[in-house]
């Protein structure tokens, strides 16, 4: 069975602050996929970023990167020198290759980023 | 990657009524997902949408509540039957692709029920 845990529930940091989204999963699948979204109030979801199973490259998009270790079996998500446009609720999913899009869902992270 | 129109956006609807949802895509797709939110929750998958034959439903979700059309290989709807306050959500549309690469979401149908 695949299972995302985001055990963070909320998270409130002030402006400038870095702040780590954890983000841990299961699957059974040698191949897949892994993904973050950030949902702001408005309700639509924003895709961040997908990473493969096989590659543990680190990625880092402005001041958005992330840490992939299959290892710990850990996908985490960090925002450096966080602004309170980054406030939102961030949601990490995986797909099994297989599966053709389909995503399982974490709980979500609710990051509040004051001034 | 490609770009979805849902509609409506948002709706408030009066109990034991039905409401269908649209999503269009601007290119064609073989996989087409529906997931639900509910309120401060995350989003549970509803059923899975393939072209000429009949969505597959997740454990929970059932055609009758949920009626699905996929005509063509751009389009889908889903129908929210019978509505209940428990069905106030946000719904929301999703294309797949080949190797998990499916990653798109329309912008959600915000529905209360009253």
């Known amino acids: 069975a695949q299972k995302v845990t985001q055990a963070q529930t909320e998270i409130s940091v002030v402006e400038k602050e870095d702040v780590t989204l954890d983000c841990v999963y299961e699957t059974r699948d040698t191949t897949y996929y892994l993904f973050w979204y950030k949902q702001p109030p408005s309700g639509e979801l924003v895709f961040l970023i997908r990473r493969n199973s096989f590659d543990e490259q680190n990625e880092i998009s402005g001041r958005y990167s992330w840490n992939f270790q299959k290892s710990t079996s850990s996908f985490n998500f960090t925002i450096t020198a966080s602004q309170v446009v980054d406030s939102a609720v961030y949601f990490c999913?995986?797909?099994?290759?297989?599966?053709?899009?389909?995503?399982?869902f974490g709980q979500g992270t609710e990051l509040s980023v004051k001034p | 990657s490609a770009v979805i129109s849902q509609k409506p956006s948002r709706d408030i609807c009066q109990r034991g009524t039905s409401l269908t949802i649209q999503c269009q895509v601007d290119s064609q797709v073989t996989m087409m997902f529906w997931y639900r939110q509910q309120p401060g929750q995350s989003l549970t998958l509803i059923a899975t949408a393939n072209q000429g034959s009949e969505a597959t439903y997740e454990s929970g979700f059932v055609i009758d509540k949920f009626p699905i059309s996929r005509p063509n290989l751009t389009f889908s709807t889903l129908t929210v039957s019978n509505m209940s306050p428990e069905d106030s959500s946000i719904y929301l549309c999703?294309?797949?692709?080949?190797?998990?690469?499916?990653?798109?979401f329309g912008s959600g149908t915000r529905l209360t029920v009253v």
């Open positions: 999913a995986l797909s099994g290759y297989n599966q053709g899009g389909k995503l399982i």
């Open positions: 999703s294309v797949g692709g080949q190797g998990g690469s499916g990653y798109t």
